[in-house]
């Protein structure tokens, strides 16, 4: 990867979430993944100097003010995850206030670091070359000018790729005309090859460089031609640079008429075809407002057209937009000093080449923003990972006051969907309580998922209704989702969930079905609804082996309560129909359910009824249907807490207006000697009944007489004709 940076001269890691607006269409979504402070412990400052990014290796400088000697702290995430601190760097030559670190640029295992205030005379400049071998950075080279002289500021700016290195240093005489060193690396070390100079008298050339890592150079002058400024291509013609064009910005204004841009060349970054340069003091379309401009330029031949002008949607005088920028591929960042013109919080804004135009899709800002952080001063992009630099970012637990951080972002191809709740309790709508810090999950194509980060109950709370479609409880302790708001069920497409596979939690909030909704309890985990559940028309299928409890009113409004699978168990009232394909278990253990519509409970259906005495509701269960209740599977009574019916009590276990159909099985518990159940009342009344058993004695005669009968009639003569014999003998 090629990388260009320059100095950021200033005198002073940490980890923390963003705030951001989204003007659609968005393609990618860049999220704060972390935030690094400085690895020190003392009060030196000056962190967040110059980042530089390549793939795994992130590199940040620090301090090189006042009587400090300036660093570059190496960090590597090549395991995955946040960047962890390897190492720190400094420059051999190196003393106090050499500012090592104010620039860097990284390529593959090379480095280039810039320390512009190093060497004889002071502020001459140094420039040093390390490579890594084993997991360490080792310093193999200093570079410095060949006509090196006292405050030119050599190392200000860098640009490396393969065996090619440029310097900018620029404050070279004569009159701060600045001037870029090419340094080559053709086997046998380093060394300078050229020195490229403006081509007029000019003010600070060389402030930032873009090598396009073959044989192009675009070095920019932001304080040429007055404050206008100014870049100029060079072109690497058998050794010689040669200058094939000069850029210079212009910004439509006051009804179209050209004006020179502020600033222009402030900033630079370039990926193939394509560069963008920043001018900071630009005035905007209006021509009313200097908030700063960014430049798109396109490469044809060795020609660059520019194809675009990028201001802030947001913008604020003197906000320094261009500042710093980057690009690569069809992602533009463009960073600012302040983001309102006056309290320098610093923003940084991210554009999108979508059909051909640049257009703005985010600004990014550290959520934990301050005045004075100057969040966007400077930016590293590589790939799906961005570093923002806020230098002056105070953070109360950093090393020293306006220590400074670098916020690494992470870009996902769309907006993530899926939302992990932090831990603890606290309000569902606050940002930092969900990772990726996009959320809260609040649309209907969002996933709020509760999971295993809680030691004991915990609250997740709304005033507000929130709209999600799948919400998931995966942890072993109970999360009860409260509040004085709703939770709205609503798919984007398909069904929306829940889903528990561990542990018991609650509803205490209002739960409304915007679509079809499937509820997936597994075996050994429990979910209640103690609020009001409103169907709304809508289906709501029960699966898993684990418990649903609906302690409340369950209003259907036309739809279907379905419990497919598992138990499903409560008290209160469903206002509406009820389908049984797993286990209805009236009452909380025990108590009464009503079912105002109609049950219906198919051969794989049970119907769970609990007694404990003989108290309805208290201690025995009773289903209260008010519609048709359509019966089959199976009929499970149990008896609780050790009850033991006794002779003639009576259980209303039903009231049901019609009855079709009888339960396929009936398992009734074992009673105590002599008593058994009467279930003839069962389908008329819905009741069940204790009786007596007739005593063995009696019992016995019984059946003795019965037979003695029977053997009589057999073994007798016929009693006619026996009759018939008397009356015809007299």
């Known amino acids: 990867m090629l990388e260009t940076k320059r100095g950021t001269i200033l005198s002073t890691v940490f980890i923390v979430s963003l705030g951001l607006a989204l003007s659609p269409p968005v393609q990618a979504v860049w999220l704060e993944d972390h935030k690094i402070l400085s690895p020190l412990i003392d009060t030196e400052g000056g962190f967040a100097n110059g980042p530089a990014l390549d793939g795994n290796t992130l590199f940040v400088g620090q301090g090189g003010g006042g009587s400090q000697t300036g660093k570059v702290h190496v960090y590597d995430n090549s395991g995955g995850g946040a960047f962890s601190f390897v190492e720190t760097l400094t420059g051999s030559l190196g003393g106090a206030e050499d500012i090592f670190g104010s620039s860097s640029a990284i390529d593959g295992t090379t480095a280039l670091i810039g320390a512009p205030d190093t060497g004889s005379g002071g502020l001459a400049g140094l420039a040093y070359i390390f490579d890594e071998s084993g997991g360490t950075w080792n310093e193999t080279k200093d570079l410095s000018a060949s006509d090196q002289v006292s405050g030119n500021w050599f190392g200000f700016s860098t ?12 404050r070279q005489p004569p009159s701060d005309s600045g001037a870029a060193y090419v340094f080559e690396d053709s086997g046998g070390g380093w060394s300078q090859t050229a020195k490229i100079s403006p081509p007029v008298a000019s003010q600070f050339f060389g402030y930032d460089i873009f090598y396009d890592g073959v044989d192009m150079a675009v070095i920019t002058a932001p304080f040429d031609s007055g404050p206008a400024g100014d870049a100029f291509v060079y072109q690497n013609q058998g050794g010689t640079w040669t200058k094939i064009q000069d850029i210079n910005g212009t910004q439509p204004a006051n009804g179209g008429a050209g004006i020179p841009a502020g600033e222009f060349g402030r900033s630079i970054a370039g990926d193939g075809n394509t560069i963008v340069i920043g001018a900071t003091r630009e005035i905007d379309s209006s021509g009313t407002m200097v908030s700063g401009a960014a430049h798109v330029y396109e490469r044809v031949g060795n020609t660059w057209n520019e194809t675009q002008v990028l201001n802030p949607s947001t913008a604020a005088n003197f906000m320094d937009f261009g500042r710093n920028v980057a690009v690569q591929g069809d992602i533009l960042i463009v960073g600012t000093e302040d983001d309102t013109g006056s309290a320098r919080n610093g923003t940084a804004y991210v554009f999108e080449k979508i059909e051909g135009t640049w257009t703005e899709t985010q600004i990014l800002s550290a959520s934990d923003g301050q005045g004075n952080d100057l969040f966007g001063f400077d930016l590293a992009l590589d790939g799906d990972t961005l570093v923002v630099a806020a230098p002056f970012h105070n953070d109360p637990s950093g090393p020293s006051e306006n220590d400074g951080a670098v916020y690494v972002f992470k870009n996902f191809a769309t907006a993530p969907t899926s939302f992990t709740w932090n831990g603890g309790s606290g309000p569902w709508n606050e940002l930092a309580n969900w990772s990726p810090a996009l959320g809260p999950p609040q649309t209907n194509e969002h996933t709020a998922i509760l999971g295993d980060s809680i030691l004991a109950t915990e609250t997740v709370f709304t005033n507000t209704a929130v709209t999600v479609k799948s919400i998931e409880f995966n942890d072993d302790n109970t999360y009860v ?44 985990a429990n979910l209640e609804f103690v609020h009001r559940l409103n169907l709304n028309g809508r289906t709501l299928t029960k699966s898993g082996g684990g418990t649903l409890t609906i302690s409340n009113t369950l209003n259907t409004g036309g739809g279907m309560f379905d419990c497919s699978e598992g138990t499903c168990n409560g008290s209160g009232t469903i206002s509406g129909d ?17 079912i105002t519509g109609d049950y219906s ?79 003839s009342g069962l389908y008329a009344a819905g009741s069940l009944s204790v009786t007596a058993i007739p005593e063995p004695e009696a019992m016995a005669m019984l059946v003795l007489s019965t037979v003695s009968l029977l053997l009589f009639w057999r073994s007798s003569p016929d009693i006619e004709q026996i009759m018939r014999f008397k009356c015809l003998t007299g």
């Open 481 to 524: 989702v409260g509040g004085g708001g709703s939770v709205e069920l609503e798919a984007d497409s398909g069904n929306a969930s829940v889903n528990v596979t561990q542990g018991s939690h609650e509803f205490q909030v209002r739960v409304n079905l915007v679509s079809d909704t499937d509820v997936m309890v597994s075996s050994g």
């Open 578 to 594: 009820v389908n049984n394909g797993g286990t209805i278990s009236p009452g909380n253990s025990p108590g009464v359910w009503e």
């Open 601 to 679: 409970q198919n051969a794989e259906g049970e119907l769970l009824m609990e007694i404990s005495g003989t108290a309805l509701g208290d201690e025995h269960d009773q289903l209260i249907v008010g519609g048709t209740a359509e019966l089959g599977g199976t009929l499970q009574v149990e008896l609780l807490d050790g009850f033991q019916p006794s002779l003639g009590n009576s259980f209303e276990l039903f009231d049901i207006g019609e009855v079709v159909g009888t339960f396929d099985q009936v398992e009734l518990p074992a009673l105590s000697a002599g008593l058994a159940w009467d279930d």
């Open 159 to 170: 640009a490396l790729a393969g065996n090619r290195a440029i310097v900018g240093a620029i």
